[in-house]
């Protein structure tokens, strides 16, 4: 339980509606237990039926009837009304902890997104909550109305007779026993069970998200295979769960069993002797049966709630992952352009050499920065670095002279506008996916205005539905080159003060590229980063490096750089020919 003590703020959150149910507990578990003690007093009084008329017995037995069913009828409206309290408080903390899971990823970092796969995650807010929620409906209101049931029937049985109610409770300890020796088992295959489903959850969305390589491939046969060990370890797993789970009732219905048994034989022994009535027998099996589902769905609660345990534990392990980059500033901010990176290094968890090494370069406003490159050479992760997503391990990165971990890193992303190397797009419309660039609405002019600046509103018009177009899951109905503008234009409807454009021109041709790159250059953006394999792509930079190794081995303009003859000129050299061969 100690896992699912975390929730306890919740109960304390919807205390009222925790303390209301437990009222109509109350409610109907005290009525409930009437009955058996109604119809006990009307069958000892059958005797005095004896020579009354017909027409007497069958207005007593409506009589009876209507008694019973008004018991019945309010116990009933009591449990509804629990129903609509406890089980609706389960659903509000569902609600509010799929909200506190989902605002806790937002808040972590690239780090740990590293580390984590999708449907690990996808499978915490959704199967872990699912079982966490059925400890805080059912187990409770189940675990909650046995103690008040067992309490209000234990009196009246006392009442009775209390040497009959011994022996109808001699079982009880028995079970009690069974239920604390099984529930570590339960606990135990719970959580590998859970372990075992988010493993298959990760190779699922794995698929389904590659789902065109592994066609392009042929890997479907490879893939079923994986899915279907997967599959069937899952099987073997929970299979285990489900026989402990199966030994419960049929152990617990015995038990009831033997209680009914008892009841029968030392009651009429009492019977003989005087000291109970028939009514008083008949209400004891009613009280034993009764007793049946509450008592035989401990079973069932205790596994709720080691299911829950084991969710919530996994949970509780997410949740308390602290992000690496914290915003620990408030105050307003407006970015005036200028970058400075001072004596930077960076070197990855799992890498064994820095992937950026003692980098320095300044940036003034107005500036376009170009960074040029070998695969693996650093450049993402100059642009990481620079929009936090990672801090550095060596150097200082200065924002308009100031720290970069001392300014409201909100403020500073809000003023972005990134285009990502790799383009995602949401399965909504294609206005949608441009207006998820901007913090305020914007109407269709800008829709426009932006979809020209990136040279892709044509490809829209040719659409029926236009800027109305549905696109598929990341944007399956489009080519690279409609993606990448796409992303481009999101950018810019955000209006940034600084643009970064990470490889994002590598599916267009060298004329639309142009284009493109022309129509940027009428932007009023402050700063501009522009990183690519492509020289076409920064020739026009104010500033340009080429690193290798996380190191600047060239600097400067593009003439200044051709000027060197050096690795840069080679690379211009080589990209000329491979588009001019003659």
């Not at 590998?192 to 479907?220: C, D, H």
């Not at 500036?367 to 490159?373: E, L, Q, R």
């Not at 993606?483 to 810019?492: C, E, Y």
């Amino acid at each position: 339980m100690k896992s699912l003590s975390y929730l306890n703020k919740y109960f304390l959150k919807y205390k009222w509606r925790l303390l209301l149910g437990i009222l109509f507990l109350v409610g109907t578990n005290f009525f409930k237990v009437k009955l058996p003690v109604y119809i006990g007093d009307k069958f000892n009084g059958l005797d005095d039926l004896a020579g009354k008329t017909d027409a007497y017995i069958l207005d007593e037995a409506i009589m009876i009837g209507l008694g019973y069913i008004a018991i019945a009828v309010i116990a009933g409206v009591f449990l509804f009304a629990t129903r609509q309290t406890i089980i609706i408080m389960s659903r509000m903390i569902e609600y509010d902890l799929k909200n506190e899971i989902y605002q806790h990823y937002q808040r972590l970092d690239y780090a740990f997104r590293s580390r984590q796969s999708t449907g690990d995650l996808m499978n915490r807010i959704s199967e872990d909550v699912t079982y966490t929620r059925m400890y805080l409906g059912p187990a409770l209101m189940y675990s909650i109305s046995l103690v008040i049931l067992f309490i209000f029937a234990i009196v009246e049985m006392v009442q009775i007779n209390a040497v009959l109610t011994l022996f109808v409770l001699l079982p009880l300890p028995l079970m009690s026993f069974l239920v604390y020796k099984v529930s570590s088992k339960m606990n135990q295959y719970s959580r590998v069970v859970q372990g075992e489903q988010s493993n298959m959850s990760t190779l699922v969305q794995e698929y389904f998200s590659g789902i065109r390589v592994l066609k392009a491939y042929g890997g479907q046969k490879r893939v079923n295979e994986k899915f279907n060990d997967s599959s069937d370890a899952y099987l073997k797993k929970n299979m285990r769960l489900v026989v402990v789970n199966a030994l419960f009732l049929p152990t617990i219905y015995v038990l009831i069993g033997l209680s009914t048994l008892l009841v029968i034989y030392v009651g009429g022994l009492f019977y003989f002797s005087g000291d109970i009535s028939e009514g008083n027998i008949i209400t004891f099996i009613i009280f034993v049966n009764m007793l049946t589902w509450p008592f035989a769905s401990i079973g069932w609660v205790t596994s709720l709630v080691q299911r829950a345990a084991a969710s919530q534990e996994r949970i509780n392990e997410f949740l308390d992952v602290k992000p690496e980059i914290v915003n620990t500033n408030m105050d307003t901010f407006s970015f005036e352009g200028e970058i400075e990176f001072r004596n930077v290094s960076y070197t990855y968890p799992e890498a064994s050499s820095p992937s950026i090494n003692n980098l320095s370069f300044t940036l003034k406003s107005g500036d376009t920065f170009g960074i040029v490159g070998r695969t693996g050479s650093g450049k993402s992760t100059i642009l990481k670095l620079l929009t936090r997503q990672i801090d550095p391990s060596e150097g200082e990165i200065f924002i308009d002279g100031k720290s970069l971990k001392e300014i409201n890193l909100d403020a500073f992303r809000a003023e972005m506008g990134i285009v990502p190397q790799e383009v995602f797009l949401f399965s909504d419309t294609i206005a949608n996916n441009l207006r998820f660039g901007s913090a305020i609405d914007v109407d269709q002019a800008r829709l426009e205005e932006v979809a020209k600046k990136a040279y892709v509103f044509h490809n829209i018009n040719e659409f029926p539905k236009k800027f109305e177009t549905l696109l598929g899951e990341r944007g399956v109905n489009l080519s690279g080159g409609q993606k990448q503008r796409l992303s481009i234009a999101r950018a810019l409807i955000r209006n940034p003060k600084l643009l970064i454009m990470d490889d994002c021109l590598s599916a267009v041709d060298t004329k639309t590229e142009e284009i493109i790159l022309e129509n940027l250059r009428a932007e009023t953006i402050k700063t501009s980063i522009v990183v690519s394999h492509r020289i076409s792509s920064i020739r026009n930079a104010t500033y340009i490096i080429n690193i290798d190794d996380g190191a600047i081995t060239e600097e400067g303009t593009h003439d200044e750089l051709i000027a060197l003859h050096g690795s840069y000129a080679e690379m211009y050299r080589k990209q000329l020919e491979e588009n001019d061969p003659s």
